[in-house]
């Protein structure tokens, strides 16, 4: 072998060792390796958005521990009090609100989770009469905009009796969660094979147990998805309860706050205290649901 075959040979070494993944770039960094100043950028990016996602609910936490002459203060904290809380809990009917939400939150939750996953299964697994129609009418309730279904809701549930009922809202919030929840779950019972269903008949299952049995076990996060997206929908909700439900002992929390805010009063403090009561309910229900929750709305989305 002569001296030019071996420079030849080392000099194709170093060049399939160059084209190998994670080979050094010129200035000795890696491929696929940010440069120092693009990563500065990325924190930075990420510092301020983290900033400004936080800052509101900073400022309203700030707001509830105010005094009423400083609520719209532009100081972060002055005279630091927890007056706001003591007169909502003293002299509002907060606890009382907060029942009603509650009771309207908790029953949505489980009859939207149960519908929309017994709907998503049912059209995911079986082909019946009329079939595409429903699910085409889930979809198309989705796009009416709620301020325009207020009316004709409330004439609704005026005529079967429902005004200042837990029962109307139940009702009418489960209109606004099932079709999202039943096409979300339809997309996530897609992904879980055929083949399970198929071994729960074998065993002598029937439709209802293998679902029961055997996929819901494996719909979790699909599950877990519908149950806070149904929460959050009756939790929160300002509109229908606003409409829907007059004097102290039938409000919800949505309905209570703006007694706090009207045209001839302001009090900002109790408002802002109660914002605060009112977000932990929904804090906790996401830290319990946080791990499934990115899981079944990936899977959810896979297939439609």
């Known amino acids: 072998m002569t001296t030019t075959d071996v420079s030849a040979i080392k000099q194709g070494a170093s060049e399939q060792g160059a084209s190998k993944p994670g080979a050094s770039k010129p200035g000795g960094r890696k491929r696929g390796q940010r440069s120092p100043l693009a990563s500065a950028g990325l924190h930075v990016t990420l510092i301020v958005a983290s900033v400004i996602a936080v800052f509101p609910v900073l400022w309203v936490l700030l707001t509830s521990i105010k005094p009423a002459k400083h609520a719209i203060s532009t100081d972060f904290v ?4 927890l007056e706001n809380y003591r007169y909502l809990v003293e002299s509002t009917s907060f606890f009382t609100w907060f029942g009603n939400s509650v009771l309207v939150a908790g029953i949505t939750t489980v009859l939207g989770v149960f519908i929309a996953a017994t709907t998503g299964y049912a059209v995911s697994r079986f082909k019946f009469p009329g079939m595409k129609p429903l699910m085409w009418t889930l979809l198309i309730t989705q796009m009416f905009p709620m301020a325009i279904l207020i009316v004709p809701l409330y004439n609704l549930m005026g005529q079967l009796g429902l005004l200042n009922q837990p029962l109307g809202l139940i009702i009418t919030y489960l209109t606004i969660a099932v079709p999202f929840c039943a096409w979300m779950m339809k997309g996530f019972f897609d992904t879980i094979p055929v083949e399970i269903d198929e071994s729960g008949r074998v065993d002598g299952l029937n439709p209802f147990g ?7 076990p494996l719909a979790k996060p699909g599950l877990a998805v519908t ?4 929460f959050i929908t009756a939790w929160g909700e300002v509109a229908y309860a606003s409409a829907f439900m007059v004097g102290d002992e039938h409000l919800t929390l949505a309905g209570g706050l703006q007694t706090f805010v009207t045209q001839y009063t302001s009090n900002w403090g109790a408002m802002s205290a109660a914002s605060v009561l009112i977000a932990i ?6 830290l319990f649901a946080q791990r499934h929750l ?11």
């Open 210 to 216: 293998t679902f029961w049995r055997l996929i819901l």
């Open 78 to 81: 002055k005279e630091p009090t």
């Open 294 to 304: 990115v899981a079944g709305m990936t899977a959810g989305a896979t297939k439609g």
């Open 227 to 230: 149950g806070f997206y149904s």
């Open 281 to 286: 309910p929904a804090a906790i229900f996401f």
